[in-house]
């Protein structure tokens, strides 16, 4: 099976937007931002061709991405393809003032590279790097361009998936070169270097080698949360697809929807009410010195009630080791010393001392009920 770091991420946040991107290969209109973006690595693909003697000026550049971006802001829509454009000329602007220079001793070796990655014998992760770079010391450096806002923090960075994935197919096209992916933020001109760890990427193998075994078994369960907000999937999830409603169903569901909302928020409310009745009972009882009060035909009665929940083993060894029967309780169950007390091979005293080793939890219940053989709920306090 051929994975790539799209459809791994797209798995991990939802296996049913998997499906119906991969398998069921549903349509979708393209993200603006992407169109965006892959207009913007077009251009940065022409300043960076190795095939130039000299690096492009930044009226070139410029002029690479005008041609990239006309040929798909149809895509875009149509109040934000100004705003597109005039971000695009800028963050290219400033990163040509930044790069127009080469670094001495630093060239690149290849851009817009695609790379096939044998992955645990049966599977290939596929991917393609942006840019890769030599710099000084014959160290490899994979940078992958960002035309987002927001950016991570370098810890978050570090723990990058793509980046991991990036790594091992460096690794494994240039063995035994050092190798360094960066993440280029292209809006704030802001570059963030990672080296992965062994560990981390043991842990992304590990992450790939799950989600694997979950594609080939069809698992594809969707997993709601605020990424259901904007799916481009949306409309052909089960989970929010619109229902067929037979014509013979006489159901009026937006009165059921209704009333049970009203329902649960009167449930609430009452529960909220009972809990405060309950502590003013509570209360009255407390400064009454009673745990009883009756009124008006109800009755109102709190329990105080203790149940074993272990014991004293080092108090148990002493009564029970001389006696030679330790050994009949060593798990130190509620069951086994229940049984040994049942069992009449102790006399009273020494029985007395065994259940003085019991340790308890203490609960208070208050019933109210009417005044009668009628059973009411009992509530702790």
Known sequence: ?????????TYQTCPQQYKLQYVDRIPVPTAPELVFGAAVHEALKFMYDPRHLRRPTLEEVVQAFVVAWQAREAEAPEERRQLYFEQGVDMLR???????QQEEGRYTAATEMFFNLPFEGEHTLTGRFDRVDVRPGNRLEVVDYKTSRRMPTQQAAERDAQLAIYHMAARHLYPGQQVTTTLLYLLHDYEMRVTQ????LAEV????????????????DPTPGAHCDWCAYRDHCPLFRAPVVPADLEVDIAALLQEYVEVSEQEKAAGERKAELRAQIAHYLDRCQTERAEASGYVAERRKMKRIVGWDRDRLREILAPLGLWEQVTDVSSASVRALIASRRLTGGQRGQVEAAAQ??????????????????????
């Open 360 to 381: 308890h939890s203490e609960t208070t219940t208050l019933r109210v009920r009417p005044v009668g053989p009628e059973v009411s709920e009992e509530h702790e306090e």
């Open 197 to 200: 760890t062994e560990e981390m």
């Open 1 to 9: 099976m051929r994975i790539s770091y799209s459809r791994f991420s």
């Open 94 to 100: 400033r990163h040509h003032q930044t790069h127009a």
């Open 205 to 220: 193998q590990g992450d790939i080698r799950q989600v694997l075994s979950r594609i080939q078994v069809e698992d594809y």
